[in-house]
């Protein structure tokens, strides 16, 4: 715990290690619920309250990746009593014969970072290379400080060695969807995570086309179409 609060720290996320049943309407799209809307409330209240807690002195830069973080960010958003300003990035993953999943800018930076504290957010942390970008290309800017704040991160092995400050839940290598996270641009309505069934996502998707959004499999082995925004 955190002295003197009884929250725990944002460098402590819960680990999930599996859910509950879907709701009837959604079995036959998900496995399980791994995270249900008032786990997701309860912990991004304590995220708010740390970062709140961390940049009391300074007015931040968020800077979110698009699009999965739009319902994080909404309910984080309106939690944060500290001045800040807002200024999306978009990525995007390129697959050519030659470099599969390169990744481009979409959408850059428009706000002056120089010398600005910076919290670059995003929905999930998986092999940690759009992070690892992102915040590389930040720093070109020259800010004070450039920190991150995923709301999922994945139990495997990191490619890029590249690491959230701030984590709102360890989740296993499943692939999951809802609260903003996508399955070829599909699910990000749902108000909980949960894991996608394996057999949706091989017949769920419509046929590739350019430009489409980045797919991937529930299971590690991912399958990435032309273009796509995170
Ligand atoms: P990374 O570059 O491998 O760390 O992947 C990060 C991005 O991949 C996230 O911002 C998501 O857009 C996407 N992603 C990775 N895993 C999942 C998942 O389980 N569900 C939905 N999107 C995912
Ligand atoms: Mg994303």
Redesign the pocket.
Known sequence: MTPGTSEPPASSPPRIASGGPPPPEWAHLLEEVLIPPERLQQRVDQLAKAINRDFARSELLLVP?LT?TILFLADLLRRLTIPVQLDFVGVSSYRDRVRPGKLIFTKELRLEARGRDLLII??????????ARVRARLVQAKPQSVRACVLLA?ETS???SVSADYVGFVIPN????GYG???AERYRNLPFVGVLRPERSQTGAPAAKQPQA?V?SPSRRRVRPNASP?
């Open positions: 990746i999965g995003d929905d999930i942390l998986d092999s940690g290379q759009t992070l994945k990191r490619k890029a499943k692939f999951v969807v996270l996508d399955y980045r991937r995170s």
